[in-house]
């Protein structure tokens, strides 16, 4: 990248946060008592990676969503009224998220023009799958795109439109008897979203097998009881005022949901608590890093996997592990539906009836209209103590893992992502390798400085994303194809590929937070431990195991495939056969959301 292409990324860094200050009124945001630079308060868009005009039109479009946001969505009333159910959050996020940007776009009719570019955009960028069933089609997914078309009058493509035809019916049902309501309610947030949160929560789509009679009650409620709407959705409001701390030590989703997030700084400093307990993670990271040494870092590379290899490219790839996975799928895809449907179990709506009070049980109004002696019957909505969840999945991108290995990871990572992204489960699906066999620029450099001795890790890192936690499986399916790219896999430097996973997933706002690292041995990087002692690799990787082990919340597991892991992590499994790989990674999963099987 040349000066002159840096300065004008600058430049637009700087505007992008001037714009954004001005819409909001309100971002000047401190910092240890020091205002911060508004070029470096925002990131909303990887800038360095600013090549075209469609980039561009992105970045403006979350600039503006990032302004409007800030100045007509108060934080305090989206939680307070944030479904209990977990699988409608996502679908909460997107009606708050459109919600504000109408407003935006009525305010100045530039921020209107910049999104609606940005959406018909992301539209026709979708990808051309075959669309067979509802499951090929997430439901977050097909929601953003109705609400696209119902409340922000934008024009789908046939593709889109084939997307959405198979929930509209469904969203339909549920949501146009109120949309004049929830239009003229734009305004008023607390209306909106407490309307919209009830609406969701009664949607059927969310009922399942195992709630067959709760779900009954819900369709009764709702058909029986239309004219009560409005009180119902008032005593949903005075019971979450009454439960409102515990609604906000439980609920922290981050609502700028899938690529159109605001900067995680920002987002950090919304909590003082949290700040602090960052700080000192981070200090005590810093300690531990103080005594594994790296020669250089100037050659390391984070990469997203489709900056890797050209599209066409991607797609061939993507169908030879199409072609591998139609051997071992059957028995993955039965494992995988018993795991979502444990996650949808603890997910379920759950009532307790024949209570003094609550919202009232509308199927007992009978009794009452036949014997007016009978007394009124209330209901309340149990507790759930599911958890929002993010799962990382850290897989080890080392030549031994070329073959059968490394694509049952793959073909295990794509399974469990579709499957966890049904139950609102977020997904992160990372790799990690070396640029270099032999060390690489860092030897060269190493080399032409004289060879300084004990030098330190002395390779170029290559950490790939293959899906990140707020993309949805299909936009990222071809991704993990790439596994399989001839040349790709080389060393692996474990210890700070899980320093950098671990960077990732702390920022994020789920309640709950894991990280499984998919293995077949030791770290092992020649280059490295030619000029070190031997175990310097592997010191590194047990001290920043049992950091996350201890010192944080992030439950963290590992899979040897081959190969005893248990001396790096508490929690580990090993596996003699890769075809195992996947029956051990959902067992595994399993068991931790079950909380009742303990690892080996």
Not at 439 to 461: A, I, M, Q, Y
Not at 467 to 495: C, P, V
Not at 536 to 561: C, D, N, Q, S, W
Request: some cysteine; aromatic content about 8%; proline content about 2%.
């Amino acid at each position: 990248m040349n000066n002159k292409d840096t300065n004008l990324k600058e430049k637009l860094r700087q505007a992008l946060a001037s714009t954004i200050r001005v819409i909001s009124d309100d971002l000047v945001v401190k910092k240890k008592n020091k205002e911060i630079k508004e070029s470096e308060k925002f990131d909303f868009f990887e800038l360095n990676n600013l090549s075209n005009k469609t980039d561009f039109i992105k970045a403006r479009a979350e600039a503006d969503s990032s302004a409007v946001r800030k100045k007509f969505s108060n934080d305090k009333i989206y939680k307070k009224n944030l479904p209990t159910n977990s699988n409608c959050k996502s679908l909460y996020a997107i009606a708050e998220k459109i919600r504000y940007e109408i407003l935006g776009g009525n305010m100045l009719k530039g921020i209107e023009k910049n999104l609606k570019e940005n959406y018909n955009q992301m539209i026709n960028l979708k990808r051309k799958d075959q669309l067979k069933t509802k499951e090929d089609v997430p439901v977050a997914e097909a929601f953003e795109l109705y609400m696209l078309k119902k409340f922000y009058n934008l024009n789908l493509n046939p593709h889109s439109s084939k997307m959405l035809n198979f929930w509209e019916k469904d969203f339909d049902e549920s949501i146009n008897k109120h949309a004049k309501f929830l239009k003229e309610n734009f305004e008023n947030q607390n209306i909106y979203s407490s309307k919209f949160s009830k609406i969701l929560q009664e949607m059927d789509i969310f009922q399942t097998e195992e709630n067959e009679e709760d779900k009954k009650e819900n369709q009764n409620e709702g058909q029986n009881n239309p004219s009560n709407d409005d009180h119902e959705s008032d005593s949903e409001e005075k019971k979450d005022e009454n439960n409102e701390h515990e609604t906000e030590a439980n609920l922290d989703s981050d609502y700028d949901i899938d690529e159109y997030k605001l900067d995680e700084e920002l987002v950090d400093t919304e909590s003082d608590q949290q700040n602090s307990e960052q700080i000192i993670q981070k200090k005590n990271l810093n300690d531990l890093n103080l005594e594994y040494k790296i020669y250089t870092t100037k050659f390391d590379e984070i990469t997203k996997a489709e900056n890797l290899e050209k599209a066409d490219e991607a797609n061939k790839l993507r169908k030879t592990l199409d072609q591998q996975l139609i051997g071992f799928q059957d028995v993955v895809t039965k494992l995988a539906n018993k795991l979502q449907r444990q996650l949808l179990a603890k997910q379920n709506r759950a009532w307790q009836f024949d209570l003094e009070e609550g919202l009232l049980d509308s199927s007992k109004l009978p009794r009452v209209i036949m014997d007016p002696y009978n007394s009124l019957s209330f209901k309340k909505e149990k507790d759930l103590d599911f958890k929002d969840t993010i799962v990382t999945l850290l897989i080890d991108n080392s030549g031994s893992m070329r073959g059968r290995p490394i694509t049952i990871a793959a073909i295990c990572a794509d399974i469990l992502s579709r499957t966890l992204e049904r139950c609102s489960v977020k997904v992160e699906i990372l790799g990690f390798t070396t640029k270099n066999w032999k060390g690489g620029k860092s030897r060269e450099l190493w080399n032409k400085n004289l060879k300084p001795k004990t030098p330190g890790r002395l390779n170029d890192l290559r950490h790939i994303v293959y899906k990140g936690a707020d993309t949805h499986w299909r936009q990222s399916k071809n991704n993990l194809g790439l596994m399989l790219k001839e040349g790709l896999l080389k060393e692996n430097i474990d210890g700070e590929a899980i320093s950098w996973a671990y960077s990732r997933i702390k920022k994020r706002k789920e309640e709950r937070k894991i990280l499984m690292v998919i293995s077949d041995g030791a770290p092992v990087d020649d280059s490295t431990l030619s000029v070190n002692s031997g175990d310097f690799l592997e010191k590194h990787l047990k001290k920043m195991v049992k950091f996350i082990e201890l010192k944080t919340e992030i439950e963290i597991l590992a899979i040897g495939i081959g190969h005893d892991v248990s001396r790096y992590y508490n929690k580990a499994i090993k596996i003699t056969d890769v075809n195992e790989l996947g029956d051990v990674m959902i067992s595994e999963l399993s068991s931790l959301f079950d909380n009742k099987k303990k690892f080996n």
